[in-house]
Nanobody, 122 residues
Framework: VQLVESGGGLVQPGGSLRLACAASGFTFSTYHMTWFRQAPGKGLEWVSSISSGSMQYYADFVKGRFRISRDNAKNTVYLQMNSLKPEDTASYHC?????????????????WGQGTQVTVSS
């Protein structure tokens, strides 16, 4: 299982970013996908999940601002982040799971890599 996150960067408060996670090594379309984030000095925090059937789930702190989507033809899951706040600053990581519950608590199919860094600052 390989998961490669991209799309992070430096953005001003109120700005937008679109993260992507390219997956390989497993049958992407049959897995539920998830995004977590890790702020400096803190643990992994669940952000959003999307089921194999494209049902979307969000943490309360991103509802209405973030949107998760997937493109099974490209084996890629996306996280569109709008109205970004300084507290959204973190490294963002994706992973896959065979159950929806597992997208939040594990077990996950891949390892937690470096992710992609999002910094929200003026």
């Amino acid at each position: 299982v390989q998961l490669v996150e991209s799309g992070g960067g430096l953005v001003q408060p109120g700005g937008s970013l679109r993260l992507a996670c390219a997956a390989s090594g497993f049958t992407f379309s049959t897995y539920h996908m998830t995004w977590f984030r890790q702020a400096p000095g803190k643990g992994l925090e669940w952000v959003s999940s999307i089921s194999s059937g494209s049902m979307q789930y969000y943490a309360d702190f991103v509802k209405g601002r973030f949107r998760i989507s997937r493109d099974n033809a490209k084996n890629t899951v996306y996280l569109q982040m709008n109205s970004l706040k300084p507290e959204d600053t973190a490294s963002y990581h994706c992973n896959a799971a065979t159950s929806l519950y597992g997208t939040k608590v594990g077990p996950w199919a891949g390892s937690w890599g470096q992710g992609t860094q999002v910094t929200v600052s003026s």
